[in-house]
């Protein structure tokens, strides 16, 4: 399979950006699978999964999230696990088919501490022969610097929605916070894993300058989750108008258009999803997901179903370091 270095922009418009969007919904999944398959292996998908090793009592006020200290979501706080029992979930998670381990804390930023703690775990779940990632909130330099040291692959720390709508979300955190971690992070040589939710009242506009965002940095994000809002009782997004699932989908397919090369994530929200809307999600270009029951707090479809959701689409779990066919991104 041939690459065309020309499909790798990072100069996208808004204008264009919502004329992809309006797209008639053939026409865009048609582009979106055509740009996919000059990347991937189309009927591969990675698969990664996810541990919360320090749930609750974050200071953030994140409207759609269940592990703020601010909200009453029956949700128990709980303090940072042991080395020992991150690196046995690891180990069962490799066995389930995961190639990738991700770690996610509820900080608005770790102490120095307790970026050593986590460093043991990266250690740790390397030894598996497994890819880590870890989500920490906001880190200094020497931080960061020390992650890499660990051996760190991939960082997440998620954008969420735009520039614009940012602020109906979150008070706490300013939106260049966020960009300034992703530099740090970029800067130390480790991967990024950033993407958004939608479903939380934004705008089409919103979703497309959040892709815009993404798409528009010196490099594009290796790892791009698109999460659906899981409307949680007790945050201030519950009861928020549900969203289109041709929305959601629309959304993915554009960002594999505008992100060839990334990995486009199939992120929270997949337990309130039917197989056949899963399906066209792969269609439209996803070709990752999260594996496993839970995501951090909120829950997740079952490993087995996933593996007999892949089995009727002949899709193959896929392996350490699936990367795109081919990397031009400059």
Same mark, same amino acid.
């Given at each position: 399979?041939?690459?065309?270095?020309?499909?790798?922009?990072?100069n996208?418009?808004l204008?264009?950006?919502l004329?992809l969007?309006a797209l008639?919904?053939?026409?865009l /999944?048609y582009? !979106?699978?055509?740009?996919?398959?000059?990347?991937f292996?189309?009927n #591969?998908?990675? $698969?990664?999964?996810?541990?919360s090793?320090k749930?609750g009592a974050c200071s953030e006020d994140?409207g759609?999230?269940p592990?703020?200290?601010?909200?009453?979501?029956g949700? &128990?706080a709980?303090?940072?696990m042991c080395v020992?029992d991150?690196?046995?979930?690891a180990?069962q998670? +490799?066995s389930?088919?995961?190639?990738?381990f991700? *770690?996610?804390?509820?900080?608005?930023r770790p102490k120095? &501490?307790?970026? #050593?703690? $986590?460093?043991?775990m990266v250690?740790?779940?390397?030894?598996?022969?497994? =890819?880590?990632?870890?989500t920490l909130? *906001?880190l200094?330099? =020497?931080?960061t610097a +020390?992650? +890499?040291?660990?051996g760190?692959?991939?960082y997440?720390h998620n954008?969420?929605?735009?520039?614009? %709508?940012y602020? #109906?979300i /979150?008070?706490?955190?300013t939106?260049?916070?966020r960009?300034d971690?992703?530099t740090r992070?970029?800067?130390a040589g480790?991967?990024?894993?950033?993407g958004g /939710?939608? @479903?939380? @009242?934004?705008s089409?506009?919103d979703?497309a300058?959040?892709?815009i965002?993404? !798409?528009?940095?010196?490099?594009h994000?290796?790892?791009?989750p698109v999460n659906m809002?899981?409307?949680?009782?007790?945050?201030?997004?519950?009861?928020?108008?549900e969203?289109d699932?041709f929305?959601?989908?629309?959304?993915?397919?554009?960002a594999r258009i505008? *992100?060839?090369?990334?990995r $486009?994530?199939l992120?929270?929200?997949r337990?309130?999803m039917s197989d #056949? *809307?899963?399906?066209l999600?792969f269609l439209a270009?996803a070709?990752?997901?999260?594996?496993g029951e839970?995501l951090l707090?909120t829950d997740?479809?079952l490993t087995n179903q996933?593996?007999?959701? %892949?089995?009727?689409? @002949?899709?193959n779990?896929?392996?350490l370091?699936?990367?795109?066919?081919?990397?031009?991104?400059?």
């Amino acid at each position: 399979m041939s690459a065309n270095p020309e499909r790798i922009r990072h100069n996208w418009h808004l204008d264009e950006v919502l004329a992809l969007f309006a797209l008639p919904f053939n026409d865009l /999944i048609y582009q !979106a699978q055509t740009v996919h398959r000059q990347y991937f292996d189309p009927n #591969e998908v990675q $698969v990664s999964s996810l541990l919360s090793i320090k749930t609750g009592a974050c200071s953030e006020d994140c409207g759609y999230c269940p592990q703020s200290a601010r909200y009453d979501t029956g949700l &128990k706080a709980e303090p940072m696990m042991c080395v020992e029992d991150v690196i046995a979930a690891a180990q069962q998670a +490799k066995s389930q088919g995961a190639s990738r381990f991700c *770690m996610g804390a509820a900080w608005r930023r770790p102490k120095d &501490k307790d970026v #050593e703690k $986590v460093v043991e775990m990266v250690q740790g779940v390397k030894a598996l022969g497994m =890819e880590t990632c870890v989500t920490l909130g *906001m880190l200094t330099d =020497e931080q960061t610097a +020390k992650l +890499k040291e660990g051996g760190l692959d991939y960082y997440n720390h998620n954008l969420d929605t735009s520039e614009e %709508f940012y602020s #109906e979300i /979150i008070t706490t955190r300013t939106y260049q916070d966020r960009l300034d971690t992703l530099t740090r992070v970029r800067d130390a040589g480790i991967n990024v894993c950033c993407g958004g /939710i939608v @479903g939380m @009242g934004e705008s089409d506009q919103d979703r497309a300058n959040l892709l815009i965002e993404l !798409a528009n940095m010196p490099k594009h994000p290796e790892s791009v989750p698109v999460n659906m809002l899981v409307q949680v009782e007790g945050t201030p997004l519950m009861g928020a108008e549900e969203l289109d699932p041709f929305m959601f989908i629309r959304t993915l397919a554009v960002a594999r258009i505008m *992100m060839p090369q990334s990995r $486009v994530r199939l992120s929270a929200g997949r337990n309130n999803m039917s197989d #056949e *809307m899963q399906a066209l999600c792969f269609l439209a270009g996803a070709n990752s997901i999260f594996y496993g029951e839970k995501l951090l707090t909120t829950d997740n479809p079952l490993t087995n179903q996933d593996k007999v959701l %892949f089995e009727r689409l @002949g899709v193959n779990m896929g392996g350490l370091q699936s990367t795109a066919m081919h990397r031009n991104d400059s």
